[in-house]
């Protein structure tokens, strides 16, 4: 088999459309416009045979009818949100089992940003590190705003996600780590490997490449939102709240309202 290949697709201001590919087949996964994924397509001789979505956000899946109006493909998506394309609907704990390219997804239920909101694990094979399409749960140095879910919804699929395999690649929907790191500074600013992650993530934009995929082991140590526990992170979100004393749960749901009004 052919290696495989996994390249995000810039889209709108800060979407990446995450593309794999092994020999002539490809696959993507949350879509929100299909000309970047077309021109790609075309560019280099592939054929669309599979759309993974995550959520029902209309970045994340706006493109997917004018891909199918090119060829009709499988599209997966959660069971538990109303996406008109989606034709095969899943649940935490199935598997998506594709043949071309050949791959096996685990699927996470992850509510938060939006209720029915899925991941995709995909285990290490042959010289593949493990990687997980997290949509809009999971960011570098952050994760997505709770429009549906609540923050104990949101903790709980962080934690989830969290206890995978620390050196599995982290492919996130957006290119938000530069204003996520100055948050995460802002709530931890000891933390050593953050300043760290700073200049490589400035060094990385600067030359026009993206600060994504990173991996789990390196969110362990760097996003305040997987550190409820660090105690400069509890202490800041102790002074935001306005408290005494908070729990894990209070000190998560502190940062994250407060993130919803950082600049």
Request: with cysteine.
């Amino acid at each position: 088999m052919a290696a495989l290949s996994v390249v995000p697709i810039p889209a709108f201001q800060d979407n990446y459309i995450w593309l794999l590919s092994s020999g002539a087949e490809a696959i993507v996964v949350d879509p929100g416009a299909s000309q970047p994924v077309l021109d790609y397509l075309r560019a280099h001789r592939l054929k669309l045979s599979a759309i993974l979505l995550t959520h029902h956000h209309g970045d994340h899946v706006g493109g997917v009818a004018e891909l199918l109006a090119h060829g009709k493909v499988p599209v997966y998506g959660p069971a538990a949100e109303s996406i008109p394309s989606v034709d095969h609907p899943l649940n935490d704990g199935e598997q998506v089992a594709l043949d071309a390219p050949r791959l096996l997804f685990d699927v996470i239920s992850v509510p938060g940003h939006t209720r029915g909101h899925i991941a995709y694990w995909m285990a290490a094979q042959d010289d593949q590190a493990p990687r997980l399409f997290c949509g809009d749960t999971l960011f570098a140095s952050g994760c997505g705003r709770l429009f549906e879910g609540s923050p104990a919804q949101m903790l709980a699929s962080l934690d989830r996600l969290a206890a995978l395999p620390g050196h599995t690649r982290v492919h996130c929907a957006h290119e938000y780590t530069m204003s996520n790191i100055r948050f995460a500074l802002a709530c931890e600013p000891d933390n050593a490997a953050l300043r760290a992650w700073r200049d490589e993530a400035a060094r990385l934009r600067e030359a026009g490449l993206p600060t994504v995929p990173t991996t789990l082991a390196h969110e362990l140590a760097v996003n305040p939102f997987l550190r409820s526990d660090a105690p400069q992170v509890r202490e800041a979100a102790i002074s935001q709240a306005g408290r005494t004393s908070l729990d894990r749960l209070g000190v998560f749901a502190a940062i994250r309202a407060w993130k919803d009004g950082f600049r």
